[in-house]
Structures are given as C-alpha cells and as structure tokens.
C-alpha cells in the first residue's frame, strides 16, 4: 500500500512540475536593422502598469554585431505583455531627443506599429500561454 500511495504522490508531483513548466514562456527578440554598431541595444519586457513609466519586469542589453541583436526574455508567466526596444547608441541610457521632441536614436516596439505619437501599449501588447515566443522588431 505505501508503494502505490508513493507512486500516485510522485505521479501527482510530475503532473504539477509540468504544468508549472507549461505556464511561463521564453521570449526570443531579434533585431536586425540596425544602422550603426555604435553603442547597445536595450530591451525591455512591460505590463501595463509599467509601460512607458519605467523599467520593465524584465531588462536586458546586448552589443551589436553587424546590424544585429538578439535577447531571450525568460521563465516569464503568462499574461499580456509588450516589449520596447532602444537603440543607445551614445550608451547614457536613456532616450535622446530632439529640440522639437523627436527621437535621436531608434527604438520599436513588439507590434512594430510606428505612429506618430509616443509609443501605445495597446498597439504593442500580446499574451502569453507557457508556449515560447519570439518577436523581430524593427527600428
């Protein structure tokens, strides 16, 4: 009796580990238009508690090789998510702008929608559901 009651406990144990596994997701972000090897690439994983207020729930930076990046965003849970990309190439960190407002370095977002105004959560969003993703975003 002990040996099927361990059994069914260490079955039960493996059922729960995958679904554990099955419910966080792996990122990958390429970008590949890059115009200059001069400084880093930041990227950044939000919410939309955290879009555009902030650092995101997940950051990373990579150099670039010949006009290319790419980054893995891991173990992240389900939800709806967007991803902001920034090209530093003065490496301060931050976004640089223009006298009237507009950005001196590239960036782009997971929707690879470029509107006219500051960058839109809404239009960048999507959901993850513990299968692994991956974006190419575009400058």
Do not use: C, W
Not at 51 to 71: C, D, H, R, W
Not at 81 to 94: G, K, P, S, T, V
């Amino acid at each position: 009796m002990k040996t099927v009651t361990l059994t069914l406990a260490l079955i039960l144990v493996s059922f729960l580990s995958n679904a554990q596994e099955a419910t966080s997701t792996n990122i990958k972000v390429a970008i590949n238009n890059i115009t200059s090897n001069e400084g880093k690439v930041m990227v950044s994983l939000h919410t939309a508690d955290t879009f555009m207020k902030g650092p995101g729930i997940q950051n990373l930076e990579g150099t670039i090789e010949n006009g290319a990046v790419s980054f893995t965003f891991e173990n992240v849970p389900q939800g709806t998510y967007a991803i902001m990309a920034l090209h530093d190439a003065n490496e301060n960190r931050r976004m640089d702008f223009e006298e009237n407002g507009m950005p001196k370095e590239s960036y782009g977002l997971s929707g690879n929608a470029m509107s006219s105004g500051p960058p839109n959560f809404s239009t960048a969003k999507f959901e993850t559901n513990g299968e692994n993703l991956e974006f190419e975003i575009r400058f």
